[in-house]
């Protein structure tokens, strides 16, 4: 057991509203954006300030998250923000960056707006794009791609409703 | 800006050497474990525990971190530990779970042994498989997949040699 902690602190914003999806970052981490350009997706780690609870962070199964999956399920096993560090990653579609005033465009995101961001990654097919995925039976009529996710019917899939 | 700091805590460690690769979960997190198996990957967030430094953290921009890239690289456009939250990600493909005991064994993960882990997550192909990737010119020559990134000469990309 570690019982360290260490401390991150956010790095920009998540703007979502109107069908429009931005990160903004803050001054002085836009020089960090150089050489970004390019890369058609980001990976986002943000922060899940909502459960950012000791009652959230000590939960370490859900009962039946999923319609079709079991009746528990360890939260290490779900990508929901609820866990013992609440950071979230996502894929997001860049559109476009403008570096000088901190503004990463993207396509979507599934952060709330206000959300902090604590980390901004290239998407590299070397280290993330994966040609022989396997998963568990009872998810296994999810897509099969990022690009078929938007066409899903997700709410089907969760027994939580917002 | 938004200065407020968030805190982390270690969920277990990274275990490496001999050609073993495992993730050995601390006893209060093993139950968030439960229903992970019948992934064939992970996503493992871990602290760069040796560039939590306020050095390492206030540097934003690399001078030619690659061989055949520009000059200088804004950190969110590298993989490097070194960011101001030195967080980093690492798909593994995963050979065995064992809850009670907490060991995941992987067949291989590119954090030192030792090292702290933050979160695991299961890897999603809706959430992290990309079919239309784009990546800058300088870059197009590597691996466009996970599974391609063992045999790929590596050292030859990179200015910096450990």
Same mark, same amino acid.
């Given at each position: 057991?570690?019982?360290?902690?260490?401390?991150?602190?956010?790095?920009?914003?998540?703007?979502?509203?109107?069908?429009?999806?931005?990160?903004?970052?803050?001054?002085?981490?836009?020089?960090?954006?150089?050489?970004?350009?390019?890369?058609?997706?980001?990976?986002?780690?943000?922060?899940?300030?909502?459960?950012?609870?000791?009652?959230?962070?000590?939960?370490?199964?859900?009962?039946?998250?999923?319609?079709?999956?079991?009746?528990?399920?360890?939260?290490?096993?779900? /990508?929901?923000?609820?866990?013992?560090? !609440? +950071?979230?990653? %996502?894929?997001? $579609?860049?559109?476009?960056? *403008?570096? @000088?005033?901190?503004?990463?465009?993207?396509?979507?995101?599934?952060?709330?707006?206000?959300?902090?961001?604590?980390?901004?990654?290239?998407?590299?097919?070397?280290?993330? /794009?994966?040609?022989?995925?396997?998963? !568990? +039976?009872?998810? %296994?009529?999810? $897509?099969?791609?990022?690009? *078929?996710? @938007?066409?899903?019917?997700?709410?089907?899939?969760?027994?939580?409703?917002?």
């Amino acid at each position: 057991m570690d019982t360290r902690t260490f401390t991150v602190t956010p790095v920009g914003i998540v703007r979502a509203g109107n069908e429009s999806f931005t990160i903004e970052v803050f001054g002085p981490f836009r020089p960090a954006l150089r050489g970004l350009s390019g890369f058609g997706h980001i990976l986002v780690l943000w922060w899940g300030d909502r459960v950012d609870t000791p009652e959230c962070r000590g939960e370490t199964v859900c009962r039946k998250p999923y319609t079709k999956g079991p009746e528990t399920v360890g939260v290490f096993a779900t /990508r929901s923000p609820v866990r013992p560090n !609440p +950071v979230a990653l %996502s894929v997001a $579609p860049v559109i476009g960056i *403008d570096t @000088a005033s901190g503004i990463i465009r993207v396509a979507y995101i599934d952060a709330d707006d206000g959300t902090p961001v604590l980390d901004i990654k290239p998407y590299l097919p070397a280290t993330e /794009r994966v040609r022989d995925v396997s998963v !568990p +039976v009872w998810s %296994s009529h999810w $897509p099969q791609w990022y690009e *078929d996710n @938007a066409g899903f019917d997700w709410a089907a899939e969760f027994t939580f409703k917002e």
